[in-house]
Each structure stands twice: as structure tokens, then as C-alpha cells.
């Protein structure tokens, strides 16, 4: 179960991040395609339609096939070394940090680890510590996945020497306030709702038929993630938004571009030229996304901590028996 369990606690703190950045790493790569489609629709000034003649992208398969033809299957995994990095720092920072207060929520506070309120305040605040250290290589990972052909950046040391020289190095944390208003509740409601539909489960499900336990988690773990995102999405669409600011030359064979003073200029801005439709503008991938991320770190992170557990109780096992 994640988060702390006094009744059947196996998995260390060295071990929780262990599992962390594993379930990072794995998913990374299974969800590396939408992400890249979800990037380059937020980033679209122009309505995704088709009615549009000036909208790059229309559709989700529209997309798929448009960025396959002029950049390659590899496109799909651009900015893939600096998302590896982010996922891996993301999950062990987050898992290491939750693991810990939700021990430290049962021992000091009146309510038990399992609680609603303790994993939503526990995830809000895992996941913003999670997030002020990895930030740097989200701001990476956004613009390799946002630029074209001719691209700008050749490497990562090249990005990180280019964005230092030109532009200074706050540049790393662009988008960091909207990030962390929505870093919060998005984890919160993510951990506090597979908490509560991993007790629904227990309480629908008998005794004898939990045997799919890691279907289970995975089940939970994606509707958990569906809700989360769709009740925090603007924020996300405006943290991508700001990261790619002085950016704007590599975007220009995309369609248009603005430039934005902040916060909230980016929500005047888009609210003014685009509507509120413009807020969840690449909604649908982003969607798909965290239904198969989501579900994905949580059912390699259970599944890491239950190896982990097995290995451990068959190391004990045998040296009793020596």
C-alpha cells in the first residue's frame, strides 16, 4: 500500500525511493509519446480544429501522423534524456517525501496514515518538494519536446549553455509558480483519491477475490489520475506556456507565438484570444496521459515495494534456517 502502514512496513526509506525512480523510469518511457502531443498542443495559439486552416495540429491522430512524417518516430521521444532525469529525481524525491510524512502524520497527528486528509496534504506536499528539485529539467524537457527541424538545441549540455548564456539562469525555473499553485492539489487529489478508491475496492471486493491486486492498482492508480488532472489542468497548460518564453524563435514553424510578462498576463492573454476553451487546450492527451501514467507509477511502485518486501523475507527466511 502506499504510504506508511504500521501493521505490515517492510520497505525503507532508501528503498521507497529505490521504487520511486524505477516506477518513474518505466513509465517514462511507455508515456513519452502523448506527453510530446500533449506539449505541442498546449503550446498552439491557434484552435485545434480542423475548420482552422492556420492550426497545425487538429486531433490527437492527426498529430501522430503529422509529427511522424516530418520529424520521425523519434520525435516522439524528444527531450527523453532530461524527462528520464525528471522522472526518476521526480519519483524518488516524491515517494522518499510521502513515505515519510504519512509516518510522521500517524505518529503525531489524532488521524491514522490511511486517512483521506492525510494522503492529500502528504501528496501535495511530497510532490512540491518533488517538484522545486526537478524543475530544471522540466523547463529542459518541455522546450527539446517543443522545438522543430532545424532544431536549436543539438544536446543537453548545449540546451543548459545556451539557456545560461542568453537568458540567465532563472530561466531553469520558468513556469515555477503556476507549477507549484498546481503541483499541490494535483498530487493531492491523485494520492487521496487512489487511497479512497483502494479502500472502495477492499470494501467491494471479498476477501477471496483479490487476487488481481496489481490490476487493482492499476485500475485505481489510472482514475485517480483522470480526476486529478481534469480538476487541475489549467495550470499545467500555463506552466508549459511560460517555460518556453524567449523560446519563441523555435517556434515559429508551429504558428503563432506570444510572449507573456507572468501569471497572470499568460491568463489574460489566453482568455482574451483563445477563451475559456483555450485553458484545456490539449485536455484529451493529457488525459490519456495521466490515466496510463498515474496508474502506471502506481502499479511499478507496488509492485517494486512488494519485490523488495519478498526479497527481504526470503533473505530472513534463510539465514533463520542457517
Known amino acids: 500500500m502506499v504510504g506508511y502502514d504500521p501493521e505490515a512496513r517492510c520497505v525503507s526509506t532508501a528503498e521507497a525511493a529505490a521504487a520511486g525512480s524505477a516506477s518513474g523510469f518505466v ?19 491557434e484552435q485545434l480544429s ?47 517525501v510521502f513515505e515519510s510524512l504519512t509516518k510522521l502524520a500517524h505518529n503525531v497527528t489524532p488521524y491514522g496514515a490511511r486517512h483521506s486528509l492525510v494522503h492529500f496534504v502528504c501528496g501535495g506536499l511530497a510532490a512540491c518538494a518533488a517538484t522545486a528539485a526537478v524543475q530544471p529539467v522540466d ?8 522545438q522543430g527541424e532545424p532544431k536549436v538545441y543539438h544536446s543537453l549540455r548545449h540546451a543548459v549553455v545556451t539557456m545560461y548564456q542568453t537568458e540567465g539562469p532563472w530561466t531553469f525555473y520558468r513556469g515555477l509558480t503556476p507549477t507549484i499553485i498546481a503541483i499541490f492539489p494535483y498530487a493531492g487529489f491523485q494520492f487521496s483519491f487512489y487511497n479512497i478508491l483502494q479502500q472502495f475496492s477492499e470494501w467491494m471486493i471479498p476477501a477471496e ?39 519563441e524563435h523555435a517556434r515559429a514553424a508551429f504558428g ?3 510572449i507573456y510578462r507572468g501569471l497572470l498576463d499568460c491568463m489574460r492573454q489566453i482568455m482574451q484570444e483563445e477563451g475559456p476553451g483555450g485553458f484545456f487546450k490539449g485536455l484529451s492527451p493529457s488525459l490519456l496521459k495521466a490515466a496510463f501514467s498515474t496508474g502506471l507509477v502506481f502499479f511499478w511502485y507496488e509492485l517494486f515495494c512488494s519485490l523488495l518486501c519478498a526479497l527481504k523475507t526470503t533473505d530472513s527466511t534463510m539465514r533463520k534456517e542457517s
Request: glycine share 12%.
Open 27 to 45: 513509465t517514462r518511457v511507455l508515456v513519452s509519446p502523448l506527453d510530446v502531443i500533449k506539449i505541442r498542443f498546449q503550446l498552439q495559439i
Open 50 to 96: 480542423s475548420r482552422n486552416p492556420g492550426a497545425k495540429y487538429h486531433g490527437i491522430s492527426q498529430a501522430v501522423w503529422r509529427i511522424f512524417q516530418e520529424e520521425g518516430l523519434v520525435a516522439f521521444w524528444k527531450g527523453h534524456v532530461p524527462a528520464q532525469l525528471l522522472s526518476v529525481g521526480y519519483g524518488a524525491v516524491q515517494f522518499t
Open 139 to 146: 523547463t529542459l524537457r518541455t522546450r527539446f519536446a517543443a
Open 209 to 247: 477475490g483479490k487476487k488481481g491486486g496489481n490490476v487493482k492498482n492499476l485500475v485505481c492508480g489510472s482514475c485517480a489520475g483522470i480526476i486529478s488532472k481534469t480538476l487541475t489542468y489549467p495550470f499545467d497548460l500555463f506552466k508549459k506556456r511560460l517555460q518556453v518564453g524567449g523560446f
Open 256 to 258: 503563432q507565438v506570444r
